[in-house]
């Protein structure tokens, strides 16, 4: 038993305990596939990998109640990239079979899916027609439940660009976002929205652009709980982006935004203000790289202690190119969360700081085949102790494409 579950017995293609001799295995049967890789301009490639993790506080829970877990995903999926006249055709779709070791409860197969037509009337009218499909496993930090209780999202859009002149150009959109768990999680509940967008951007000759854009939402949540949960909200936003091609060698992209959300149910829930980000991508010489950036967002999460939570987010990613088929990655991201609206005073006031330090080696031997290992440690901290975590993590990871 764990956690209250049963174990369930069954027959597992890779089991857990020999996860990286399967791996090596897979490894060595690739290379020897030398003849049979992707090439960059083949129209369509099918992939392949194996990924072995271990992790240490499965559940991201207090020193006291640390659940350590080993988890095996295999992936098969294909690409399409298919041209045709003005008209691009694509499709990235793949298959995902998770096994955990130890809480084998939470086993699942995840099916994700992304296709879209570039379509294009004109060299001056053109756009997008896209979909999305996407299944995972709700993340434990803010999923407080041991459940196998699994996300599915799906986005369907359309969006056009006409340009006007001088540089500028009308753009606009529709799209339809729809969000399911498979176990009740009640600060982030079933829910779709349809949103319309318009503006206008501006495109230099050196590829910087700026853009200017309003957008309007409706959402409804797909669960009725009573008590305080809403039923349905307007969410209206203004919205500035900016991408500088400061050098040839340095980009800053830039979003700042203002939003206003209005509950249908709870003035509580209500809520405004301005989010944004700001990223510096530095490619300091043939070999370095380096990504800077910050963000603040809004996100709704309705429980009794908040109606939504304000994150302000730090991250800094290097990548070395050690030598012509060896990388070096590493990662850092500092997040602070203020959970605000609570509609029972007394409960509110929560504020958490995440932080998340990764390493990681690519090695490819081969054009089709990369290796890479990781180590990644993640830390809550937070002035409720119930929320305090430490997590360690530790994989190694083969693809191919063929």
């Known amino acids: ?69 080993q988890i095996l995903a295999t992936t098969v999926g294909l690409k399409v990239n298919k041209p045709a006249g003005l008209q691009r055709f694509v499709l990235d779709a793949s298959l995902t079979d998770n096994r955990f070791r130890t809480n084998d409860y939470l086993d699942f197969v995840g099916k994700n899916l992304t296709g879209a037509w570039l379509w294009s009337l004109t060299p001056r009218i053109k756009g997008n027609l896209s979909a999305n499909y996407n299944e995972g496993l709700n993340s434990f930090i803010d999923y407080r439940g041991r459940e ?64 200017l854009l309003g957008r309007r939402s409706r959402g409804e949540y797909t669960q009725d709980l009573g008590g305080l949960e809403e039923s ?33 149910t709870y003035a509580m829930r209500d809520f405004s203000g301005p989010v944004g980000s700001l ?56 997040e602070t969360r203020d959970y605000l609206g ?7 006031g929560r504020e958490d700081t995440l932080q998340q330090a990764l390493v990681a080696v690519d090695w490819t031997p081969l054009r089709p085949l990369t290796v890479s290992t990781f180590v990644q440690r993640q830390t809550r901290t937070s002035d409720r102790a119930i929320n305090d975590f430490d997590n360690d993590m530790a994989g190694i990871s083969g693809s191919y494409a063929f």
Not at 241 to 262: D, E, F, H, M, Q
Not at 342 to 348: K, N, T, W
Request: with cysteine; charged share 20%; net charge neutral.
């Open 279 to 334: 990223d510096w991508l530095w490619n300091v010489d043939a070999k370095l790289r380096i990504n800077v950036g910050f963000r603040q967002d809004l996100v709704s999460y309705q429980d009794f202690e908040a109606s939504y939570y304000k994150a302000q987010v730090f991250s800094i990613a290097p990548v070395w190119q050690v030598f012509s088929k060896t990388a070096l990655r590493a990662s850092y991201s500092r």
């Open 1 to 69: 038993m764990c956690g209250g579950y049963p174990k369930r017995s069954r027959w597992r293609i890779f089991p857990a305990m020999s996860a990286t001799r399967s791996l090596l295995l897979a490894l060595l049967l690739a290379s020897l596939m030398q003849g049979a890789h992707a090439d960059p301009e083949d129209m369509w490639n099918l992939n392949a990998g194996i990924n072995t993790t271990h992790v240490s506080n499965l559940f991201f829970s207090p020193q006291a109640f640390e659940s350590s877990d």
């Open 148 to 211: 196998r209780n699994l996300r599915t999202t799906q986005m369907y859009r359309f969006d056009v660009e006409g340009e006007i002149g001088g540089g500028f150009s009308a753009i606009g959109g529709v799209n339809h976002f729809d969000q399911k768990n498979s176990e009740l999680f009640i600060a982030q509940r079933d829910y779709q929205t349809n949103a319309a967008e318009f503006g206008i951007k501006y495109l230099t000759s050196t590829e910087s652009s700026v853009t």
């Open 232 to 264: 349905g909200f307007d969410q209206n936003e203004a919205e500035l982006r900016v991408a500088w091609v400061a050098t040839g060698k340095s980009t800053l992209v830039g979003r700042l935004a203002y939003i206003n959300r209005v509950s249908d």
């Open 342 to 348: 609570a509609p029972v005073a007394v409960l509110g």
